[in-house]
């Protein structure tokens, strides 16, 4: 295994069971003495690999088994099949120093105490994770100032907004250094400005101290505003593993690129025509004053930064997909010939569940 890669799937499944419950008190009694049981499929032969510094978001609708997924790669539940590790450790055999490298923050759980103050719960996780009190406290500070909570660290956490509960708890979740973050919804609920205020707390800390972040959320703009990479679960299978670049290009293939000019500078001329091709760029249209093109997506980038080479640029304006819009073409697309997750399957046993 490569030393850069922290976190890896393969071939990883999970199989809940769970039995029918027959109504009435003759079903009661038939529960009791033979029990027909119904096995739900979760996650189906996930094969995933993430390294380190990577800001990995993971997307799918409700029941897609992103949430199942976080947990068997934290080691909270064991998978049924295939494996996943951390750090190269099997993830649900971890130690606690081993554990001490991860953090996890859940959207609708706290692991912060209601009825104490934000900073007496990071002294108390000090205590737990090991970290220096002076050396915790220094980094709840800094990142209070940059969340703005910085006036309510004193202030019992079931006294604070919503949004500031949360800040709290991504505070809580970095004040020992983790190498690995895990993020489910962590933004569920909140105000636009305190969506925004942690995106970008998100980015910079990912980028000032290299920990590699996998978030999930149903809400596209913390996914296009914060990864560069997206995995996308259906019915506990993956159907897309990539950057948004590959996205677009799979399912847009092309982006439309409208440049103005400054009055009096070059305008297109067709001995610029060489120009297109390195780019597998071509002309649609122009006039004194404007042009517009046609670019592969993976090249959209390049290319426009080459337009500004070639032409004084007044204004540019490139076709922008809304990320929910390629999500939803993801799944209705029949080139990826994903059917969704086996049928449950029932079964009439009386053997005790599987964990």
Request: include cysteine; aromatic fraction near 6%; charge should be neutral.
């Amino acid at each position: 295994m490569e030393a850069d890669v922290v976190l890896e799937a393969e071939k990883l499944g999970k199989v809940f069971r769970t039995y029918r419950r027959k109504p009435g008190f003759r079903g009661m009694l038939a529960n009791f003495f033979r029990r027909e049981y119904l096995e739900i499929r979760a996650l189906v032969d996930i094969d995933l690999t993430i390294r380190r510094g990577e800001f990995v978001g993971l997307i799918g609708s409700n029941g897609a088994g992103k949430t199942t997924l976080v947990k068997l790669l934290t080691g909270i539940v064991a998978g049924s099949s295939g494996r996943s590790t951390v750090l190269g450790v099997p993830s649900f055999h971890l130690t606690d120093g081993q554990k001490r490298k991860l953090a996890l923050v859940m959207g609708q759980r706290s692991q912060l105490w209601w009825d104490l103050p934000a900073l007496d719960s990071f002294h108390l996780l000090a205590e737990i994770y090991e970290v220096h009190p002076a050396r915790m406290l220094a980094r709840a500070r800094s990142f209070a100032e940059r969340l703005e909570v910085a006036d309510r660290l004193d202030v019992q956490l079931r006294h604070l907004s919503l949004g500031q509960r949360m800040k709290m708890e991504i505070i809580g979740a970095f004040v020992h250094e983790p190498e690995i973050v895990f993020l489910d919804e962590p933004t569920i609920g909140l105000d636009l400005v305190s969506r925004e205020t942690i995106r970008q707390f998100l980015i910079e800390t990912n980028r000032r101290e290299g920990a590699t972040v996998v978030l999930t959320s149903h809400d596209m703009e913390d996914i296009e505003s914060t990864c560069r990479r997206l995995v996308i679960l259906d019915a506990g299978r993956m159907l897309f593993d990539g950057d948004l670049v590959e996205l677009q290009q799979r399912i847009v293939g092309e982006r439309a690129i409208e440049l103005h000019l400054e009055p009096g500078s070059r305008a297109w001329t067709p001995d610029l025509a060489a120009e297109l091709a390195p780019f597998g760029a071509r002309l649609v249209r122009h006039g004194p004053l404007s042009i517009v093109f046609s670019v592969p997506a993976s090249s959209a980038q390049r290319f426009v930064q080459h337009l500004f080479d070639l032409f004084q640029v007044r204004d540019l304006s490139v076709e922008r997909v809304p990320l929910e819009d390629l999500v939803r073409d993801v799944f209705r697309a029949r080139s990826l010939d994903v059917r969704g997750a086996a049928p449950v399957a029932s079964v009439a046993s009386g053997a005790t569940p599987n964990p």
